[in-house]
């Protein structure tokens, strides 16, 4: 819920009017609209999603190609460790030299 919030906060001038359609492969979103007894958070994000013509599809885990691909990348046993290695130190420096 919280990354479709996050979502709509960050293009909310373009989408305000349209009809907005999100496919998600977590059905309960469908029903945190309707639920009556909610924590604070949840009425905020509630509301923020009422502002747009907005309709979620739910779209489950194996149809879901992408999703269903981020989330079965082999790691590994350790993970793939992320490298702060740049191969070309010399790109985009300065040189003095003119080239006219």
Do not use: C
Request: glycine share 4%.
């Amino acid at each position: 819920m919280y990354a479709i919030v996050f979502a709509l906060e960050k293009v909310r001038p373009y989408l305000l009017g349209a009809k907005v359609t999100i496919y998600t492969d977590h059905s309960a979103i469908k029903h945190l609209s309707s639920k009556n007894d909610s924590k604070p958070r949840l009425v905020r994000w509630v509301l923020l999603l009422q502002e747009f013509q907005l309709e979620i599809g739910d779209k489950p885990g194996a149809k879901n190609l992408v999703a269903d691909h981020l989330s079965r990348l082999d790691h590994g046993e350790s993970g793939n460790p992320l490298s702060d290695y740049f191969p070309d130190e010399t790109l985009y420096t300065i040189t003095d030299r003119l080239l006219w």
